[in-house]
């Protein structure tokens, strides 16, 4: 148990009939581990429904919607969307706290942790793993050899998919930037806050490279045109947005989709915005948490493919269909742009503030870069960069 400061037990008592607490019963509460996010989060053990009360307190002058607000508002959109999210209890905005369903401690990264993935069959691997090339999704998927939990793995993947397509696909109810507080992502914020966030944590502090970011910035403003969709250098604050654009979580990964029972549900969608709709395939498919085989990225990059443009999501076409190509060079560039996200906040996270269970990811991020610039060919830098980084030591 932990002390409760007297806001919170404030707000723990008015709300304890919701959590079906007996009269006269205190609210102890349990800290639950977090993962990146500054946000604590309590377990309400002696409730009688499971309730947790995340704390998150903001500064009075901030501007609105604010944080919290953001993730109600992205919540009620998610579930208008028929998207698992956790029920909404109650709130106090002022002082930071929201009640809301516990959705337990199993994760989709658990599972691939301990079923692993489906193998390739012999026949259709040549006896050789995929090259990196063959990641992007064209074509048809590859049998594979399925034990039960392996077997498992995969359809929660393919659940995650058509989640995935439910939060993009056009409907009466349009995302709108104005219920959050995140900024736009457009050509500058890739470069400011996933390219040179990549570059100072991880190749400046913690590998402790003298590399200027200006050596590779225009191949990073490449890829970031080319992953937005962009035919020129445009794209700044003031640009209009690109019309392929939809809801993007902007983490959707194996460590933010709980499993329930036969289901999941996703969390931690208070960064959502308007953005293309590659990027949270790309999270999902290039997720250095889990290592995903190449034959399964394959498979699934094919399933989103098909179903995505069955669904109408903007700009994702047809496997069958001829602008396949460009739209595999798209998701590759939002790869290159998420990865090195997922390595500035690796870096950050497990070196410079030495918090567990994320330095030890450096090697498989810098992998999959390394692999996905090589699909590319279009960022001999850049590549070279990743590939005398992977060869480092990365003590976890």
Same mark, same amino acid.
């Given at each position: ?219 990073? !403003? &490449? /890829? $970031?045109?080319? *992953?937005?969709? @962009?035919?020129? %250098?445009? +794209? ?93 060079? !798209? &998701? /590759? $560039?939002?790869? *290159?742009?998420? @990865?090195?996200? %997922?390595? +500035? ?41 990743t590939g005398n980084l992977r060869k480092r030591a990365w003590p976890s």
């Amino acid at each position: 148990m932990t002390a409760i400061e007297p806001e919170l037990l404030a707000f723990l008592e008015k709300t304890a009939a919701l959590m079906h607490l007996p009269e006269g019963t205190p609210a102890g509460l349990v800290l639950l581990a977090g993962d990146g996010s500054t946000r604590r989060i309590y377990r309400v053990p002696r409730a009688g429904l499971p309730v947790v009360v995340v704390v998150n307190p903001l500064p009075p002058a901030r501007t609105h919607p604010d944080e919290n607000e953001s993730f109600l508002a992205v919540a009620a959109f998610l579930e208008r969307r028929g998207v698992r999210v956790p029920r909404f209890y109650a709130a106090d905005l002022e002082h930071g706290y929201l009640l809301l369903e516990d959705l337990g401690d199993r994760r989709l990264y658990d599972c691939v942790r301990e079923a692993g993935w489906p193998q390739e069959s012999r026949a259709d691997a040549g006896g050789a793993e995929p090259d990196s090339s063959r990641d992007a999704g064209d074509g048809a998927a590859p049998s594979s050899t399925r034990p039960a939990g392996a077997a498992a793995t995969l359809r929660f993947y393919e659940h995650a998919i058509r989640m995935l397509i439910a939060m993009q696909a056009p409907g009466q109810t349009a995302f709108r930037s104005e219920w959050v507080f995140n900024p736009p992502y457009t050509q500058d914020f890739v470069i400011e806050m996933e390219a040179a966030y990549f570059h100072e944590e991880l190749v400046g502090r913690l590998a402790g490279s003298a590399l200027a970011f200006g050596e590779i910035e225009p191949e990073c !403003r &490449f /890829l $970031a045109q080319k *992953a937005l969709g @962009l035919a020129d %250098a445009g +794209g700044g604050p003031g640009a209009p947005t690109p019309a392929h654009y939809c809801f993007m979580h902007r983490d959707f990964q194996s460590r933010n989709l709980m499993i329930l029972d036969a289901t999941l549900a996703v969390i931690d969608f208070q960064g959502g915005r308007l953005g293309p709709p590659e990027y949270d395939l790309a999270a999902l498919l290039y997720d250095p948490y889990v290592a995903m085989p190449a034959h399964v990225r394959l498979a699934l990059a094919a399933l989103y493919q098909r179903e995505a443009s069955a669904a109408g999501v903007r700009g994702i076409p047809h496997p069958d269909e001829a602008a396949t190509g460009t739209w595999r060079e !798209r &998701f /590759l $560039a939002n790869a *290159a742009n998420r @990865l090195m996200q %997922a390595l +500035g906040a690796y870096a950050k996270l497990g070196g410079r503030l030495g918090r567990p269970g994320f330095r030890e990811h450096i090697p498989q991020a810098l992998q999959d870069l390394e692999g996905v610039l090589a699909a590319l060919d279009c960022c001999p830098r850049l590549h070279a960069l990743t590939g005398n980084l992977r060869k480092r030591a990365w003590p976890s």
